[in-house]
C-alpha cells in the first residue's frame, strides 16, 4: 500500500533553513497523475498548504509562503523535500506530506488520499 513518511529535524533556529524530507513507497511519484503536497498546522491553529510537486516535476507554493519555500524531489530514490528559508517561530507547526489524485491548493483534508504521520518542528534559538 501506499505509505509517506516524513523526517528531518524537529528543531531550526531562527533564519536558518528548514528542510524535511518525505519518502513515499507503494508507488512512484512520478505515476500520472499525482500531486505531492506539504502541509503544515500550526499549534491552535488551522491546517495551511504550503506547495506541491506534480507527477511531472512542476511545482506551486502558496503566495504567502513562495518567496521562502521550495519543493524538490529525488526520483531515484521516491523522495520529495521541503526547504523553508528564513524561518522564524511562526513557523513552527507539525508538517506533513500529502498525496492528492489532481492539482489542489487545499489543505482540507479530504482532497487528500494518504498523509504522512506528520513531524514537529520548532523554530527556537
Known amino acids: 500500500q501506499v505509505q509517506l513518511q516524513e523526517s528531518g529535524p524537529g528543531l531550526v533556529k531562527p533564519s536558518q533553513t528548514l528542510s524535511l524530507t518525505c519518502a513515499v513507497s507503494?508507488?512512484?511519484?512520478?505515476?500520472?497523475?499525482?500531486?505531492w503536497s506539504w502541509i503544515r498546522q500550526p499549534p491552535g491553529k488551522g491546517v495551511e498548504w504550503i506547495g506541491y510537486?506534480?507527477?511531472?516535476?512542476?511545482?506551486n507554493y502558496s503566495p504567502s509562503l513562495r518567496s521562502r519555500t521550495s519543493i524538490s524531489r529525488d526520483t531515484s530514490k521516491n523522495q520529495f523535500t521541503l526547504q523553508l528559508r528564513s524561518v522564524t517561530p511562526e513557523d513552527t507547526a507539525v508538517y506533513y506530506c500529502?498525496?492528492?489524485?489532481?492539482?489542489?491548493?487545499?489543505?482540507?483534508?479530504?482532497?487528500?488520499?494518504?498523509w504522512g504521520q506528520g513531524t514537529q518542528v520548532t523554530v527556537s534559538s
Open positions: 510537486i506534480a507527477y511531472s516535476g512542476s511545482t
Open positions: 507503494g508507488v512512484s511519484i512520478t505515476t500520472n497523475e499525482y500531486f
Open positions: 500529502a498525496r492528492a489524485p489532481r492539482a489542489t491548493t487545499s489543505a482540507d483534508r479530504y482532497e487528500y488520499e494518504y
